[in-house]
């Protein structure tokens, strides 16, 4: 169900980690704010349209189960302190994703959690969040996760459409969503974020029109927008390409990007991110660490982490990443040592994506005429000390201002 | 000297001319030309069983993938006949095609008989009837043979009907043979020493030689073919080209039999091969007379004439920096091809290439296939276009090979060349013929029956109108059994324009095409209609127009983009991320720019193939 999980469907090519997972020599440890990912490989169903790292039961296969997974994640932790050394690594954001983590017992996720505190201490005021499907949750698991230190919790909402959710084979009933948001906020999560996709065929204007408003009238302070994606080897996929159901169009996209960002803007939500809304303090200082290249550990199979300009991403399926892990050995399929221009590249990349915009500073010459260029052609406008952020226009062809700005 | 003779016969420059019999064969592609003539060379025994090889003497590659025959050659066979006496059989093989018209004439200047070759399952073909009249107009004898008479379609009753009354013989006068089993082989032989007259020169004249082919050779250098007429050319001498004046050392005269073979001489009504030592075939020309350079002939054989390039096309490199790469292959490739010529040129579109100018459309295509294949060369070829002659209203007179240089007023009048065409069907496609040649300005200008079934029509037609995809028309609208044959037919004049194809107001050089005036609109829209298929939005509209000068005749629209960003960068999309982002920056490098339009190479080669595909006459 993972809109926000760090494992998508496709590892890129790198190149090997060493056994015991130890990191470039020379790779800056302790420089950046650290955060955790822990990734929760599992759902009942797979979802029509998800191409993420995640398994059902009966996709599982022998040698990995969900009643054994928060030991082996709990081990990973207790790996991950050992690789980077003694250095004071307090946590500022934790942020619990899958597939569907409230699918494991509330007690498991807040075993996760204590070793995360006891490996690396929680930072004062860490922000700990986890996704959760509707159908998942019921009271008594949301008092317990908040009873073990979450504080933020991101629903899975998609659409307040019932023949939406069928297109994108979610399993709960459009009210269901929300009547989880009010239970969250009763068992006293200050923080609630709802997902939405729009794009989906058959969604018609008025009924992300009612998604919107029901999302807004749930009291959230955190809406996350994407436009569906149609990732090769899905269910979705297969329907488009038999022509049961017609192609996401780029300009209803666009159309229902303004939609949201005007609804969003009239019931008080900021942009902050391209596809994140926010009212006032309720940013997901997670996702925000993503995009200032900070330091994260990412648990769990096919997770991925950066530490010090070093990416890597665990192996895939959860029996191999369980067996590694119990000899001992790095869970790791893969690394990237990124340059120095490699890491400014990804720099202006996430920045320009962020409503703070991007610091000249990290532009080359070239990447500054093409942004002022933006800025004359209305994509883009000055903003704060010395930086450039996209305008609504620009947010939608960020990615073509991007291949411009790197230069 | 790989291969022992098994039999000698007369040496060359020896043979006595009554002994001689010149002969060549016409067919159609797949009819069995070549099969018949390595059936000939075993026959007469010049090669040997074990070193046969399937088209013996089609040494070039894509002449074997084709199954055509690009280069002529003649292959010397001595040949023992019924009546007891020795012979020699010069069989000189024409080139197949119709870009080829002139070549074959020479070749059929060379000799004075015809071996007309007929599959017996299909039938004449347009082709081959062209050759046939050529052969016809130089007092040939024709001997005319059904070939693959063992095949279960043969038809030799009504194909030897047919071809009795295409040539004026009986029925019963037309062989018939198998190439393939040897069946009837030794009769068409014999048929040949009986029935074509022996060359007819003046031995002790000053030399006469007329050259029939040249190609070049990596190790020897230009191989010249020639038929000597008069006199006699040795090993040692100096000889002349008369076109030229140009004169050279003769430092071996031979004759193929299979392989090449020395000899000291070549006599009246021999056939062989001149080497020289010169490095390109330009100086050693097709149906020039080649002469000795102390006491030469006063005058040349007559029929000489230069090749004349007919259609041209734009060659570019699609990595710009192969330009270099592409000049030097194109050098190279002129050593062998007297017909083709080019000269650089610069597309704002394309980057720099080369203006080639092709016999026809065949020969474009041999041409850019062996720049491909032979130098390894990605290419992008512009639409081919023919010459057009522009009068001005100033009295001054233009020549415009390539479509964007067309001047855009003040035109007084625009010739453009004019082919015969010659057309074969069954005649139930007859009214289907009709209409296309009539959609691509034909006049008709006579039509026969062949037979019941088989019509020929003759039509005169603008080259400009076949250099598009009118083959492909007619083998659609004949469910393939049209054939057809072309040669040219001097000029017309007409009211043709030129439409620029105009993107974002910059208009794109490659995509310029002078049609008919009545075409223009059709053209315009169908072009501005591909384009917006195959450009890519852009983050501005853009508008894409068809214009006749300053005047647009259609448009069309790119609507702008509204939309390129990737929904999701979390944690783990971001190296994705940035590889993607690394790919689309080499993307966009092979982009093409057209002002500020950014257009896909992809874009270009589409737009000016699908609908320039170059007929394909067989």
Redo the contacts between chains.
């Keep these: 169900m993972s809109q926000t999980g760090g494992v998508p469907s496709t590892p890129p090519a790198g190149e090997p980690v060493p056994a015991d997972g130890s990191l470039p020599e020379g790779t800056a440890v302790g420089e950046r704010p650290f955060s955790m990912y822990l990734h929760v490989p599992y759902c009942r169903t797979r979802c029509g349209y998800c191409d993420f790292n995640t398994y059902t039961a009966t996709e599982l296969g022998g040698g990995a189960s969900q009643a054994s997974y928060a030991a082996q994640a709990v081990a990973e932790i207790r790996f991950a302190r050992r690789v980077l050394g003694a250095v004071d690594l307090p946590v500022r954001t934790v942020f619990v994703g899958g597939g569907t983590p409230t699918l494991l017992p509330a007690a498991d996720l807040a075993a996760m959690l204590a070793a995360v505190r006891e490996e690396f201490g929680l930072a004062p005021g860490a922000e700990v969040t986890t996704e959760a499907n509707p159908d998942s949750v019921d009271p008594a698991a949301l008092a317990a996760l908040r009873e073990a230190g979450f504080t933020r919790i991101s629903f899975g909402m998609q659409s307040s459409a019932p023949h939406v959710l069928a297109v994108l084979e979610r399993t709960h009933t459009p009210g269901r969503a929300l009547a989880a948001v009010g239970e969250a906020r009763a068992a006293g999560f200050a923080h609630v974020s709802l997902d939405l996709i729009y794009g989906t065929p058959g969604e018609r204007e008025v009924d992300f029109a009612a998604s919107l408003a029901d999302a807004v009238g749930s009291g959230v302070d955190h809406v996350s927008a994407y436009a569906l994606i149609v990732e090769e080897g899905t269910r979705l996929a297969a329907r488009i390409r038999r022509g049961e159901l017609a192609p996401p169009d780029d300009d209803v996209a666009a159309d229902r990007y303004l939609q949201a960002e005007a609804a969003l803007t009239a019931a008080g939500y900021d942009w902050y991110e391209v596809s994140n809304w926010a009212r006032p303090g309720g940013a997901c200082r997670h996702n925000l660490a993503y995009w200032h290249s900070a330091d994260w550990w990412g648990i769990g199979p096919g997770a991925h982490s950066h530490v010090g300009g070093v990416r890597w991403w665990n192996v895939r399926h959860p029996a191999a990443y369980g067996q590694r892990l119990a000899a001992g050995a790095s869970p790791a399929q893969a690394r990237e040592v990124l340059s120095a221009e490699q890491r400014r590249v990804e720099d202006v990349m996430l920045r320009l994506r962020l409503a703070d915009g991007v610091p000249r500073g990290l532009l080359r010459p070239a990447g500054r005429v093409a942004l002022d260029d933006a800025v004359a052609r209305g994509l883009a406008v000055p903003a704060g000390v010395d930086r450039v952020a996209l305008t609504l226009r620009g947010r939608l062809l960020a990615d073509a201002v991007t291949r411009d700005a790197v230069d | 000297m790989a291969l022992t003779q098994r039999a000698s016969g007369p040496a060359p420059g020896a043979t006595d001319p009554a002994r001689i019999r010149n002969f060549c064969i016409i067919a159609h592609i797949d009819h069995g030309k070549s099969t018949l003539a390595d059936r000939m060379l075993q026959h007469t025994g010049v090669v040997e069983e074990r070193v046969m090889r399937a088209q013996y003497l089609d040494r070039m590659d894509i002449e074997r993938e084709r199954g055509i025959t690009i280069k002529s050659q003649a292959v010397r066979l001595p040949y023992l006949a019924k009546d007891g006496a020795s012979y020699v059989l010069n069989l000189i093989d024409t080139p197949g095609h119709v870009d080829f018209t002139y070549e074959v004439s020479r070749s059929l200047a060379a000799c004075e008989g015809a071996v007309l070759l007929v599959d017996a399952a299909q039938g004449i073909e347009a082709q081959t009837l062209a050759n046939l009249y050529l052969a016809l107009e130089n007092d040939m004898v024709i001997i005319p043979v059904l070939n693959k008479i063992d095949l279960p379609a043969a038809q030799p009753e009504k194909y030897a009907a047919e071809l009795a009354h295409v040539i004026g013989c009986e029925p019963d006068e037309v062989l018939q043979v198998s190439a393939k089993t040897g069946h009837g082989v030794e009769a068409l032989l014999d048929a040949v020493v009986a029935r074509v007259p022996p060359p007819v020169g003046e031995a002790d004249a000053p030399a006469r030689a007329m050259i029939f082919d040249s190609v070049y050779d990596t190790y020897r250098g230009v191989v010249t073919y020639v038929r000597v007429v008069d006199g006699h050319l040795s090993t040692r001498e100096r000889i002349a080209m008369m076109s030229t004046g140009a004169t050279h050392d003769l430092l071996e005269v031979g004759v193929i039999s299979p392989e090449p073979t020395p000899a000291d001489a070549l006599g009246v009504g021999e056939v062989g091969y001149l080497i020289t030592g010169v490095k390109d075939v330009r100086q050693s020309r097709v149906g020039d007379t080649v002469t000795t350079a102390r006491k030469g002939a006063a005058a040349p054989l007559g029929g000489y004439r230069d090749p004349k390039p007919m259609v041209f096309s734009g060659l570019y490199p699609l990595d710009g920096s192969d330009y270099p790469e592409l000049r030097d292959s194109l050098d190279k490739l002129k050593l062998n091809d007297a017909a083709l010529v080019y000269e650089p040129e610069s597309s704002a579109a394309l980057g720099f290439g080369f203006r080639c100018g092709f016999l026809g459309l065949l020969h474009l295509e041999i041409v850019r296939e062996r720049l491909e294949r032979e130098f390894g060369l990605d290419l992008i070829s512009t639409a081919p276009n023919v010459v057009y002659r522009v009068d001005m209203d100033d009295g001054s007179e233009l020549t415009v090979t390539n479509p964007s240089e067309f001047p855009a007023g003040k035109v007084a009048a625009v010739h453009e060349p004019v082919v015969r065409a010659t057309i074969l069907a069954p005649s139930e496609y007859v009214g289907a013929i009709m209409e296309l040649c009539q959609s691509r300005r034909g006049t008709l200008e006579g039509m026969d029956y062949l037979s019941e079934e088989r019509v020929e029509l003759r039509y005169s037609l603008p080259l400009a109108e076949i250099v598009f995809d009118f083959f492909d028309a007619l083998k659609s609208k004949t469910r393939g059994y049209a054939s057809l044959d072309y040669e040219p037919h001097g000029e017309q004049s007409a009211d043709l324009v030129k439409v620029d194809i105009l993107l974002h107001g910059d208009p794109v050089d490659a995509f310029s095409a002078v049609v008919h005036r009545e075409k223009a609109y059709a053209y315009g829209v169908a072009m501005a209609g591909k384009l917006r298929e195959l450009i890519p939005r852009q ?1 501005f509209e853009v508008p894409i127009q068809a214009a006749i000068g300053s005047r647009v005749i259609a448009r069309e629209t790119i ?1 702008a ?19 993607l ?2 790919k ?2 080499e993307g ?1 490098k092979r982009m093409k720019m057209v002002g500020r339009v950014e257009v896909p190479q992809e874009a270009f080669i589409a737009a000016l193939s699908t609908e320039s595909t170059p007929a394909k006459p067989k």
Excluded: H
């Design positions: 983050q609507r983009i509204r939309k390129d960003v990737l929904a999701k960068c979390y944690g783990g999309d971001i190296s994705r991320k940035r590889k982002l690394e689309q920056k966009k």
